[in-house]
């Protein structure tokens, strides 16, 4: 089995930072594009960010410029750092991966639980 775990969310002021961090562990074989989405209360979850196994990286236009997302393909984690935080960025962020496991011969969609970040005007 394959497990996602995110952590880092929190309560933030208007301006500030925070960095998520989602790490992958389980029955992996390879890991290709992993990302972050959020779902805000009464919205459809939708793409922040996104990279792929080699490095590119495509965003939302909403957080082009203050967000970054990196990942370590060593630890099998991948992380979000989100600056210049707005109330609208509120929501709960859910990492994603696609990974083939040691049992399969094809990749599959994972997610993680989900962590809630709150921007406080």
């Known amino acids: 089995q394959v497990q996602l775990v995110e952590s880092g969310g929190g309560l933030v002021q208007a301006g500030g930072s925070l960095r998520l961090s989602c790490a992958a562990s389980?029955?992996?074989?390879?890991?290709?594009?992993m990302g972050w989405y959020r779902q805000a209360p009464g919205k459809q979850r939708e793409l922040v960010a996104a990279?792929?196994?080699?490095?590119?990286?495509n965003y939302a236009d909403s957080v082009k410029g203050r967000f970054t997302i990196s990942r370590d393909n060593a630890k099998n984690t991948v992380y979000l750092q989100m600056n210049s935080l707005k109330p609208e960025d509120t929501a709960v962020y859910y990492c994603?991966?696609?990974?083939?496991?040691?049992?399969?011969?094809?990749?599959?969609?994972?997610w993680g639980q989900g962590t809630q970040v709150t921007v406080s005007s």
């Open positions: 990279i792929t196994g080699r490095g590119s990286t």
């Open positions: 994603a991966a696609r990974i083939t496991t040691t049992s399969s011969d094809y990749e599959d969609n994972y």
């Open positions: 389980g029955s992996i074989f390879s890991i290709n594009a």
